[in-house]
């Protein structure tokens, strides 16, 4: 920096306070509000390449008339349990809901009112807690999506007394996010401001130095405010940390390198009374050192622009809040020393030999350290390395934890977790893809498989698939409950057919006990029809010698007489015949035979009547006589075709007895199967194979054709499942079952009827496990290029490469110490499941880029003071006079973050709490101790490989430099 730039500033002093000023009103009027953009903008980071965002698009195609972009849950509860009047109230609020989709944002409203056969997913067991679940049709950040939130919060008000009304989902709770974080902010403002005031005060003694400071940091956080929200329209990312970041930074440092100018100048005050001499003196010096502290600074920040992972992005803007400050530092500062001149100090006076004076402490360490570097090493190092073995790396991923417990997303989400259990709100979404279609039975076979499959795994409370719509599986294309139906069907017919079996039995021995019978009958009815024929000729016979002689009365009474006797015979054997043989009552042949057989008897007994009166007139005789003989022609006719007809009866009657018995085996040996195939079946069902079986006339029904709507696309090529776990979603358990659903979904649906499937695994636990691999990726990539930027810094400014690296690996260490204090604190005292999984990598970052700032100040002034030969004596004096500026800087810089932890944001909570512990540790022991141990361990080697040139321009710029400068002229 030239003396004429300085001298410049000095007379323009008001010009520069003014024109800063001015561009501090124009950023707050003409920059964009950087609080509104922070509101707008996502905070989940997620890469657009990821395969949770990937999923989500993939689903977004199954039904985008009902595919929603965010969701709020109504979480309605009494803990004595839901009353009608309960009931009644939440249905009309849902059923007004529901007017209101496709307007104001909201596109979908579902509750236990709308679908009678989902009620039960929407009401707890217990009966005290019913959700109606309301979709959105933007983001959970869009202003629409934030304006219906807060409606719906209105609609709910005015609950039954005694119940309890909260919102949870994905928006309410990115919108209580957004809210505690600015509620944070605005309480480490003022703290911010309060806490530096005070130990300005401190430091300097004075009412007007603090506003040095104070003013010029001002300034600078309002331009760069402005600046940081308006480089957001050119791809800058922000986030809720930004804001914060930018103050803590921009006090904690700003502050740092306005101290560093002022004490500077008060040390210089003390040998000219010419204030712009000692500005000159003080821009020369240290000015050169608060540009290379901010450059250190703008480096580390300005490569976290390189990040691929958005959150970490987010804090870049914290390098345009340095450079910013780094100019109003060197320019509108001395303006303001220059305008307040001495008085900046008032009510002390600078007098001769004053100034920030020199530490006794440090230059006691700065003497041990000289005399017994590796001593002071080795004690450092036993001593605190153990403490690095309490950072395990443990990390937590739960937002809620960020939230204020008290606010009603967090409620909400706490009773549904409680009602349903913890993965209702958040469950994971998967989405299929195959290149055939999967509205198939086939392939819906394989999709009950794997939905199967993916249920028993641990910390999986229920999948939701089309064959799953509810959750569980639909037991009647079940193949383990069609096979109970069919055993209980089989069992039946068994029955059937063994009764069936035994009655043909008894019929077949039936039938040949009376085959027999039948054979007599027969030949008795042969016999009757040889008898009546021969009844008929004597009947002739008869009506011929009565019409000769009148002694034939007499042969034709022994004739009717046996004729009688033969006719009863006959009908005896044909009742008997009935009565054996039951079935021949329908049996044609045999009817006409019984009605021959009743004219028969009808004949003979008028014959037998007449045979008495036959002596009385011969003229009545003759007619009954032709009539009888004619009734026996047709008697022995009929008798005849009987014993034919009896004849075929007993071959048939065989021939049945014979197919019955073979029937009867036959029935048999199909019982004997039918207990074998129901044995079968009983053993598949009671082992509980999986298997299902979808005939067509199911996958038409319309129920299943619902299910499939909702969840595979038209062309059958996508699909998506949800999986209810019952592990918190945020909880390590969650990860580790993500990856297990994503490995056996891909294991499951291999070598399917599923045509080349791609699995892509969405939700927040997807996201979670996401994060943690990007994060931990990206911290690794981005700390290194930060350390590299630092260290070239380090470089041009010590002109060596030892001192550097030396300084870098302190501050290394120093990270591993703090971090493992930090665990210890937050994970094994207060029992947090781990530190929040950003915080590692945002207190390495400032760790290293602002406690570099510390090496800086020591070790430009140890380079200032150097002669060859003398490193003891440069690092005494280094110590000893920036020692009390180092600890005032560490002091300003602790207060700035430890505000942070007031916020109420755990996050920040953790980042304040490392970066005060590892600033104390780093400004004490290690700028104490452990560096300048280093420093005089390796002595000359300092700085190299500059060492013989730096030596030379050293010894040619002493005389010069002793005779513009007293002070100098006075230590040499």
Not at 754 to 759: E, F, Q, S, T, Y
Not at 906 to 930: C, D, K
Request: with cysteine; proline share 3%.
């Amino acid at each position: 920096m030239t003396e004429r730039f300085i001298r410049g500033l000095a007379k323009l002093k008001w010009v520069v306070l003014i024109a800063w000023l001015a561009i501090a009103v124009a950023a707050m009027l003409g920059l964009p509000d950087l609080q509104a953009i922070v509101r707008k903008t996502e905070q989940k980071f997620i890469p657009a390449d990821s395969e949770s965002v990937e999923a989500k698009q993939i689903m977004a195609q199954i039904d985008p008339k009902t595919t929603t972009k965010s969701s709020a849950i109504i979480v309605y509860s009494r803990d004595a349990g839901l009353t009608g009047q309960d009931h009644e109230w939440l249905k009309g609020k849902a059923a007004a809901l529901s007017e209101l989709a496709g307007k104001d944002g909201i596109k979908s409203v579902q509750s236990a009112y709308g679908t009678p056969e989902l009620a039960t997913k929407f009401r707890s067991k217990d009966g005290t807690t019913e959700m109606v679940i309301v979709g959105f049709e933007r983001a959970d950040n869009d202003a629409m999506t934030l304006e219906a939130v807060d409606k719906l919060a209105d609609d709910v008000l005015g609950a039954p007394a005694g119940s309890k009304v909260s919102l949870t989902g994905s928006a309410p709770i990115g919108k209580d996010f957004q809210e505690s974080s600015e509620e944070g902010l605005a309480k480490t403002e003022l703290l911010t401001v309060g806490l530096v005031l005070v130990i300005l005060l401190i430091v300097f003694r004075s009412p007007i130095a603090p506003f040095i400071p104070l003013i010029t940091i001002g300034i600078s956080l309002l331009i760069t405010r402005g600046l940081v929200a308006f480089a957001t329209n050119y791809g800058m990312t922000v986030s809720s940390f930004t804001e914060s970041f930018l103050i803590a930074v921009l006090f904690g440092a700003g502050t740092d390198y306005c101290i560093l100018l002022i004490q500077r100048f008060r040390e210089e005050l003390k040998f000219t009374d010419d204030k712009v001499e000692a500005l000159v003196r003080t821009m020369r010096t240290v000015g050169k050192t608060v540009a290379f502290s901010a450059s250190t600074v703008f480096v580390a920040f300005f490569l976290i622009g390189f990040a691929q992972f958005g959150l970490y992005q987010s804090a870049v803007g914290v390098s345009i809040g340095v450079a910013v400050t780094l100019i109003a530092g060197i320019t509108l500062t001395p303006a303001l020393l220059m305008i307040f001149g001495k008085d900046t100090f008032w009510p002390s006076k600078v007098k001769s030999g004053q100034g920030h004076g020199e530490s006794k402490l440090w230059r006691g360490m700065a003497s041990l350290a000289a005399r017994r570097p590796v001593a002071v090493l080795l004690v450092t190092v036993i001593l605190l390395a153990p403490l690095t073995l309490l950072f395990h790396g443990k990390r937590s991923f739960d937002d809620l934890a960020e939230i204020n417990p008290s606010f009603g997303s967090v409620q909400g989400f706490r009773q549904v977790e409680h009602a349903f259990g913890s993965g209702e709100v958040f469950p994971v979404s998967i989405a299929l893809t195959s290149s055939e279609s999967m509205r198939t039975p086939e392939a819906l076979a394989a999709l009950e498989s794997a939905s199967a499959s993916l249920s028993k795994i641990n910390g999986v409370k229920e999948v939701r698939s089309a064959v799953r719509p509810l959750g569980e599986k639909l037991a009647d294309l079940t193949v383990t409950n069609q096979l109970t139906k069919t055993a209980d069907a089989i069992g039946q017919m068994k029955y059937g057919v063994d009764k069936i079996g035994n009655g043909l039995t008894s019929a077949s021995d039936s039938i040949v006990n009376g085959q027999s019978e039948m054979n007599q009958l027969t030949a008795g009815l042969r016999t009757m029809a040889s008898r009546t024929k021969e009844a008929k000729q004597g009947l002739d016979h008869v009506y011929q010698g009565l019409q000769s002689a009148s002694n034939g009365a007499s042969k034709v009474a022994g004739g009717l007489s046996q004729s009688s006797q033969l006719s009863s015979s006959m009908a005896a054997d044909l009742q008997k015949l009935l009565k054996a043989h039951p079935e021949l009552k329908d049996d044609a042949a045999m009817k006409q035979l019984l009605g021959k057989q009743q004219g028969l008897t009808d004949g003979l007994s008028q014959l037998s009547k007449g045979a008495l009166t036959v002596a009385q007139s011969f003229k009545q005789i003759n007619p009954s006589v032709s009539k009888v003989s004619g009734g026996l022609g047709q008697l022995a006719e009929g008798q005849s075709q009987a014993a034919d007809g009896t004849a075929k009866l007993g071959t048939g009657l065989s021939r049945l007895t014979a197919g019955l018995k073979d029937g009867a085996k036959g029935l048999t040996d199909i019982s004997m199967g039918l207990t074998s195939v129901k044995e079968a079946e009983q053993a598949i069902g009671d082992s509980q194979i999986p298997g299902w079986n979808l005939p067509k006339a199911a996958l038409d029904s319309p129920e299943l054709q619902q299910a499939l709507d909702y969840y595979i696309a038209k062309d059958g090529r996508t699909a998506k499942l949800d999986v209810v776990l019952s592990v918190n979603p945020y909880s390590p358990e969650a990860l580790v079952t993500v990856d297990q659903l994503r490995s056996m979904l891909k294991q499951s649906l291999n070598g399917s009827a599923i045509r080349a499937p791609k699995v892509y695994v969405s939700g927040t636990s997807a996201q979670i496990e996401e994060l943690k691999d990007i994060s931990r990726s990206d911290f690794v990539r981005t700390g290194s290029f930060v350390l590299i930027g630092i260290f070239i810094v380090l470089m041009i400014l010590l002109r060596s490469i030892l001192a550097p690296l030396y300084v870098l690996l302190s501050l290394g260490f120093n990270y591993l110490v703090t971090m493992g204090i930090v665990e210890f604190i937050f994970v094994k005292l207060a029992g947090k499941p781990g530190l929040s999984w950003s915080a590692s990598f945002f207190v390495f970052l400032i760790i290293v880029a602002l406690g570099v700032d510390y090496s800086i100040f020591l070790m430009a002034r140890f380079k200032e003071e150097y002669r060859p030969g003398g490193i003891s004596y440069a690092m005494s004096k280094a110590m000893s006079t920036t020692g009390g500026v180092i600890i005032s800087a560490a002091v300003i810089m602790g207060g700035t973050f430890a505000a942070l932890m007031l916020s109420g944001v755990n996050t920040l909570l953790q980042i304040g709490a490392g970066i005060v512990i590892g600033l104390v540790l780093y400004s004490t022991v290690f700028m104490g101790l452990v560096v300048p141990a280093l420093a005089n361990l390796i002595g000359e080697a300092n700085w190299w490989p500059f060492r013989k040139r730096e030596a030379v321009q050293v010894q040619d710029a002493m005389g010069s430099q002793e005779e513009k400068s007293p002070r100098l002229a006075k230590q040499t």
